[in-house]
């Protein structure tokens, strides 16, 4: 029996109809399974498409405490609600199996996985994983917490998936069985979700469970596990590593230089640090030299991630909205910094909880002003006597274009999310390079 035809005879909750939800629902609609559908607004987003398409399931709109849901068989619970949510705790307490969309992926798939989280950088190195594999000639599909949802990849024909995971759908996932994974690094988030900073690194470090090869960072030891076999990568110090041979860095591996990192199309260290990971995650697969070359020379990066954005008067600006973390702002500080003359941080939004102290020793090092507005402002500009406080965008590009000097750079690197001021990181990062790019502020 495959377990489509197992759960058919199970009463499933679909809880929480965000993106994701809905996705749930629409994949076990696809296959004859009629799943109840919860969630704790009373209009949720998808509300209209269910009622259009599938106006027969039973819904639940409102107070969770009245949904029943400790009467499911299984729950299958969207990324955004936490584990701790009374009415999914009791569900627990009273034996209901309670998994995501990830694990039901895993449960149906039988192709090889590549599995990444971590707190940054998750995205890139995914999606040059996908491009390396496209370049050797794997049909790949790529998804999860990027792009399409893992349930949807499932009809597609692929030889292999690509999975970025975030620490949520960790927490719902045990059936994964990655033929290589790696946690690329962990620096303080979501701490507003998880009691503490540890439970945060303990969630990341799941993805390592059942996976044929952990791929470790070498020098952040959150990362680390003792799940073998496995291999490590960094910029120096590594299996996957930086060396110089006559003059020029490579790409070396366990010693061998394989390829010039000037093959790499996109700049700063912590590009280079993200093509070792995938040069590390894609050791399972036949794939030459030659094929990562091509693959690494046409990558341009992605949107709102060090995104150049234009240069005016001698001054670059780069977007990094997707910095919505202080690790992430730290390793755009940490690799612009080698080519600016000096750096002009816009930074801001809501912390989340976090510590921000770890900005001290880059802002001092590193950066000429700190310009800072959202909400949680005033404590990033405390961090320095260069921060600058400011209420608005347009308000901190301004004032950023007056301290610039031609060979700086400004850059939007906020260490914050977005959802005291925009819908989401991408629309801050598109205001910004409308406020650059705008002569009228």
């Known amino acids: 029996m495959t377990y489509l035809s197992e759960i058919k005879t199970k009463h499933i909750t679909v809880l929480g109809l965000g993106v994701t939800g809905l996705g749930i629902v629409r994949f076990l609609l696809s296959h004859n399974i009629a799943p109840t559908v919860v969630d704790s607004r009373q209009s949720p987003p998808g509300i209209d498409w269910l009622q259009s398409n599938a106006p027969e399931l039973n819904t639940h709109f409102g107070d969770l405490s009245r949904a029943n849901l400790s009467t499911a068989d299984i729950i299958i619970i969207s990324p955004g609600l936490s584990l701790t949510i009374p009415a999914v705790a009791g569900a627990i307490s009273a034996g209901v199996e309670v998994i995501g969309d990830i694990e039901l992926f895993s449960r149906l798939n039988d192709k090889p996985v590549v599995a990444v989280t971590g707190s940054n950088g998750k995205s890139t190195v995914v999606t040059l994983a996908y491009d390396v594999l496209k370049a050797a000639g794997y049909n790949v599909g790529l998804g999860g917490n990027i792009g399409t949802a893992a349930l949807d990849l499932l009809a597609g024909d692929f030889d292999v998936f690509v999975l970025e995971l975030s620490s949520f759908q960790l927490d719902t996932t045990s059936s994964l069985k990655p033929v290589s994974a790696t946690v690329l690094n962990v620096s303080e988030d979501h701490l507003d979700r998880y009691v503490d900073y540890q439970a ?28 073998n076999p496995q291999v490590s990568f960094a910029l120096s110090g590594a299996d996957y590593c930086i060396s110089t041979l006559n003059g ?51 990558f341009r990066g992605l949107a709102h991630r060090c995104q150049f954005v234009a240069e005016q008067s001698g001054v670059k600006y780069f977007n990094d909205s997707k910095a919505t973390n202080v690790g992430a702002t730290i390793a755009a500080i940490d690799s612009l910094s080698e ?90 990062g598109e205001h910004f390079v409308e406020c650059v790019c705008s002569g009228d502020l």
């Open 248 to 298: 020029e860095p490579y790409f070396t591996v366990h010693g061998k230089a394989i390829l010039p990192v000037s093959t790499l199309g996109v700049v700063g260290s912590h590009n280079q640090l993200n093509a070792l990971s995938v040069m590390a995650l894609l050791k399972p697969f036949d794939i030459s030299p030659v094929q990562f070359a091509d693959a690494f020379s046409a």
């Open 339 to 428: 080519q600016a003359q000096q750096l002009i941080v816009i930074a801001g939004g809501d912390a989340k909880g976090a510590d921000l102290d770890a900005l001290k020793p880059y802002l001092q090092d590193k950066v000429k002003a700190l310009i800072c507005f959202g909400k949680d402002a005033s404590a990033l500009v405390a961090l320095t006597e260069k921060g600058h406080l400011t209420y608005s965008m347009q308000e901190a590009v301004t004032l950023a274009k007056q301290f610039a000097t031609p060979g700086d750079y400004v850059l939007l690197a906020p260490a914050c999310a977005s959802i005291d001021m925009y819908s989401n990181y991408m629309q801050r």
């Open 200 to 227: 945060y690194i303990n969630s990341k470090q799941t993805i390592y469970t059942n996976t044929a090869l952990a791929v470790v960072n070498n020098n952040d030891t959150a990362t680390h596990t003792d799940v």
